[in-house]
């Protein structure tokens, strides 16, 4: 069974920072558009985030601005620098191929807390 390892998460207060990891299996990472998701309690499983395998990004409209995307293909491994996290940005946060279609195996995630 494949295991992506996002860490990374926590408590943070509004207006704070947090970056979060994602180790990814080779099969998964290589040459494959990667994406961070998050599921906040009570909604579906959003893409937040995605990368190409040349590092293009694109953001949702909601974090862009915030959030920054980043890969380091050596280490299979993406990252998401959260800046100026929200409240609405409270989730449990994955990382997996984009699009998700079909069935996928998803790794545990990170919850991320914005609260004061």
């Known amino acids: 069974q494949v295991q992506l390892m996002e860490s990374g998460g926590g408590l943070v207060q509004p207006g704070g920072s947090l970056r979060l990891s994602c180790v990814v299996p080779g099969t998964i990472f290589s040459g494959n558009t990667m994406a961070w998701y998050r599921q906040a309690p009570g909604n579906q499983r959003d893409v937040v985030a995605f990368?190409?395998?040349?590092?293009?990004?694109i953001y949702t409209d909601s974090v862009r601005g915030r959030f920054t995307v980043a890969r380091d293909n050596a280490k299979n491994t993406i990252y998401l620098q959260m800046n100026s996290v929200m409240p609405e940005d409270t989730a449990i946060y994955y990382c997996?191929?984009?699009?998700?279609?079909?069935?996928?195996?998803w790794g545990q995630g990170t919850q991320v807390t914005v609260s004061s």
């Open positions: 990368i190409t395998s040349s590092s293009d990004a």
């Open positions: 997996n191929k984009f699009p998700a279609v079909g069935h996928m195996d």
